[in-house]
């Protein structure tokens, strides 16, 4: 049996996240369990608690507790003129929300991506374009909003990978650096800053994750 382990604080509201995924070895079904600082701020409580079933590649279901919500995911291929589209189903029971992602992977380099959340004009486009295997260019167009959005990466030689990103709606510069920690460990640090407030003051978030058998 597998267990990973994924933690993360926010620096500017001081709050903590965690999520705990075991696998069951039974068909590839994952459990995980998702915590936020409202679990245990005033001692043990199900604020914050989300449980969740999960075959990655198949499906997902997640149940909010606090809001006794159910998040429904499922995920299917298909070719597409010879190549592979990638679909995922999105719906929630509480919100009444539904979305439908859908990915069609021109080459190893190239890819087109899109988000519908049928809703008029609620949709997002992205192309990801890998230059040289060490660069990733990701332009994406909101319709909604009629803005675009812009994430440039760099892997560099020890595998950690560095990342900027720009959303044109919000004005927020962000910066992501992920590295491979000890043992199986990754660490992700994480700032941004909203360009449209007077103070711009940086937001950091830390995240880590851990792999380990049990």
């Not at 509201?13 to 994952?30: C, K, P, Q, Y």
């Not at 929630?92 to 809703?119: Q, V």
């Not at 919000?170 to 910066?175: A, D, F, K, N, P």
Request: with cysteine.
């Amino acid at each position: 049996m597998k267990a990973s382990f994924r933690g993360s604080y926010n620096a500017d509201d001081s709050d903590a996240t965690g999520s705990v995924v075991v696998n069951t070895g039974a068909g590839g079904i994952n459990l995980r369990a998702s915590m936020t600082g409202d679990t245990f701020i005033n001692g043990p409580s199900l604020n914050g608690l989300t449980l969740s079933l999960e075959n990655p590649g198949f499906f997902n279901v997640d149940y909010n507790v606090p809001k006794k919500d159910v998040r429904f995911q499922f995920m299917n291929s298909v070719s597409f003129h010879g190549k592979p589209l990638n679909f995922t189903y999105s719906h929630s029971l509480a919100e009444n929300t539904t979305s439908l992602d859908g990915t069609l992977l021109i080459d190893s380099n190239n890819k087109i991506s899109a988000n519908y959340g049928f809703k008029p004009r609620d949709c997002k486009a992205k192309y990801t374009y890998l230059h040289g295997c060490v660069m990733t260019f990701e332009p994406q167009y909101d319709f909604a909003d009629d803005s675009w959005d812009i994430a440039v990466s760099r892997r560099l030689h020890d595998d950690s990978v560095v990342r900027a990103s720009y959303q044109s709606s919000t004005r927020v510069l962000g910066m992501d650096y992920k590295t491979k920690s000890f043992g199986n460990g990754i660490v992700k640090v994480s700032a941004s800053v909203n360009l449209a407030e007077e103070k711009k003051i940086p937001k950091i978030t830390a995240e880590s994750i851990w792999d380990f058998e049990m």
